[in-house]
């Protein structure tokens, strides 16, 4: 482990010193180097926002991204974006327009991840680390709780031995935008896209058609792609095909291997398949179910909150109610066409 933090802090200008504290994240997000001064984003890091924003109990949320000087993303495996050693994402959430968390993370290694959250302070004017274990049932606004997740629970979605970042990936930042997309969120001044990071050289690698035919979810119509890409954002980091869960086959992952509509993995897996859950009351149920939504038990478990039951099972209190109703819609319309 000391040899390798070394080649970390040489590849990273660090003496040895600064390199044994890579396997810590500090104290407090005002060391972590996503402020310039006095609370202002250092302007050499690069917004983004994903196509497909995660839903986390209406939270709004700003990203960033730091590659290391000189450094760029490796982008021949279009699925799997390889990042350089020293890139840093953070994610902040707010509710009601209060900063409440921001969440760090950092690749101090070829396979090295540090993950850390940060509570911000009443004063809005910085946020110390949370505890390994997360916080649990923070009250954020009247009436919504907020948990913030543990490093397990980080890992459980962004990877163990290959971390990912889930919104920060060619699909997510494909130059064609979804316009129905859930909960979108507008790209602001100096926001980064595929086209972007390719004009930066900060993409290399990737095919020579990344821009003229850039990545989208392939569908029959444009709620169908919407309903596509939420499951792609919101249920991909642990249903994926990459990721098998045992006994499953189910994967809501959008591909570069997908050709066609009909292949797209999020309606190949769960249209008309059965269901080993069983919706309470039920003899039988289907993943998806175009004769009766009410009976699919994707859609029951996502507007569930019961521990047991609740899809995602972490990263909300509430259900998303949106995208519930988008999604019943576009089950009972697939019956003619499917």
Not at 70 to 91: F, M
Not at 259 to 283: C, F, M, N, W
Request: proline share 9%; charged share 20%.
């Amino acid at each position: 482990m000391r040899c390798l933090l070394v080649a970390v802090a040489t590849a990273l200008g660090l003496t040895p010193c600064a390199a044994r504290a890579l396997s810590q994240p500090p104290a407090r997000l005002s060391q972590t180097g996503l402020y310039a001064s006095q609370g202002q984003v250092d302007p050499g890091h690069l917004a983004f926002a994903p196509q497909y924003p995660l839903w986390t109990d209406g939270a709004a949320k700003s990203r960033w991204i730091h590659l290391p000087a000189g450094e760029a993303i490796q982008g021949r495996d279009e699925d799997s974006w390889a990042l350089p050693v020293g890139t840093k994402v953070w994610k902040e959430f707010r509710f009601q327009g209060r900063k409440v968390e921001t969440r760090l993370l950092w690749k101090t290694g070829p396979q090295a991840w540090v993950f850390a959250s940060y509570l911000w302070n009443e004063a809005q004017t910085d946020a110390t680390l949370v505890p390994e274990t997360g916080l649990a049932d923070l009250e954020v606004a009247p009436g919504l709780r907020h948990s913030i997740p543990s490093r397990t629970d980080c890992r459980s979605c962004h990877g163990q031995a290959s971390v990912e970042l889930l919104g920060f990936n060619a699909l997510q930042l494909s130059t064609d935008r979804d316009p129905g997309a859930l909960h979108a969120e507008p790209l602001g001044p100096g926001m980064v896209t595929l086209k972007e990071l390719v004009a930066r050289g900060l993409l290399r690698g990737a095919r020579p058609d990344l821009l003229s035919r850039p990545p989208r979810i392939l569908a029959d119509g444009p709620a169908t792609r919407t309903a596509l890409g939420y499951l792609a954002a919101n249920c991909a980091s642990c249903h994926r095909g990459d990721r098998p869960l045992p006994g499953l086959d189910l994967d809501f992952r959008h591909t570069s291997r997908v050709t066609a509509a009909a292949d797209e993995p999020g309606l190949r897996t769960t249209l008309r398949r059965p269901s080993t859950y069983l919706i309470p009351g039920e003899p039988a149920s289907l993943r998806l179910d175009p004769a009766d939504p009410g009976r699919s038990t994707l859609l029951h478990r996502m507007a569930s909150r019961r521990p047991a039951s609740q899809m995602p099972p972490l990263g909300s209190s509430l259900a998303d109610q949106e995208a519930l109703a988008h999604l019943r819609r576009w089950v009972a319309n697939l019956a003619p066409s499917h």
